[in-house]
């Protein structure tokens, strides 16, 4: 059984694990610690960053990408006769969301309103791109879940979490993606693919007070407090 070496609130953990569910391949996994991370991980981590796979016969892959290219070389596909063309779309719409994985960190990290505008408006560009290209869905290909929705599925899961947590909607000028989003949700990979304390550890992290999201938008500006030195180390 292959094994997945994961920090709890990372995104691009989150994506090969949601992809892990939707094909119900078995995994086990372990969480670390990325402010003190264990001898045994440096060792087989390259760049000492989650997520890290472990293969059946004890090979360690690194970066998100490469795992999941290897995961669609050992694994049935979510959607069967793909063409060279399509293959290469779909690679490159998920990399138009992973490429935004940090974004959305630093934007959730913002500490004040005009931080917060700032790096949005860079979010909402992925959004902006992606709300241009869905069809009548559910899904961005149509009616079947495949790579693209996976790749997608980390930055519309956090998206809806802090709309819960505080009212703010990342996706609020987009209805395509709104409703892409609540498609994804209704297939339990949002739970699935995380731990069972992800919304807690989520919330703690980028929704507490030192962040703008986390006071809401009447919080007095005066009290501001610096973020955590851990906020930088979103992934890795």
């Known amino acids: ?28 996994i372990e969480f670390i610690s990325l402010s003190n991370k264990p001898q045994w991980f440096l060792d087989i981590s390259p760049t000492g960053q989650v997520p890290v796979l472990i293969t059946e016969d004890g090979d360690a892959l690194f970066e998100s990408d490469a795992i999941v290219e290897y995961i669609e070389e050992v694994t049935p596909p979510l959607v069967a006769d793909v063409s060279p063309v ?16 940090l974004v959305q960190c ?41 790579n693209v929705d ?7 899961h956090r998206a809806l979490i802090v709309k819960e947590h505080s009212g703010h909607d990342f996706l609020a000028d987009y209805p395509k993606v709104q409703a892409w989003q609540g498609a994804l949700a209704e297939t339990g990979l949002y739970a ?15 929704l507490g007070e030192s962040t703008f999201l986390g006071r809401g938008a009447d919080f007095s500006e005066s009290s501001v407090k610096p973020a955590p030195k851990q906020a930088a180390r979103c992934c890795g």
């Open 1 to 28: 059984m292959m094994k997945i070496v994961s920090f709890k609130i990372c995104p691009f953990v989150q994506r090969v694990t949601a992809l892990l569910e939707a094909k119900s391949v078995p995994y086990d």
């Open 86 to 101: 399509q293959r290469a779309r779909d690679r490159a719409w998920s990399h138009q969301a992973s490429k935004h994985y």
């Open 106 to 146: 630093s934007t959730m990290q913002s500490k004040d309103k005009a931080i917060l505008a700032e790096r949005e408006a860079k979010l909402t560009k992925a959004f902006e791109k992606v709300e241009r290209q869905l069809g009548d869905g559910p899904f961005f290909s149509g009616e079947t879940l495949g």
């Open 150 to 156: 996976i790749a997608w599925l980390p930055l519309l």
């Open 192 to 206: 699935k693919s995380v731990a069972k304390d992800f919304c807690e550890r989520f919330s703690d992290f980028y």
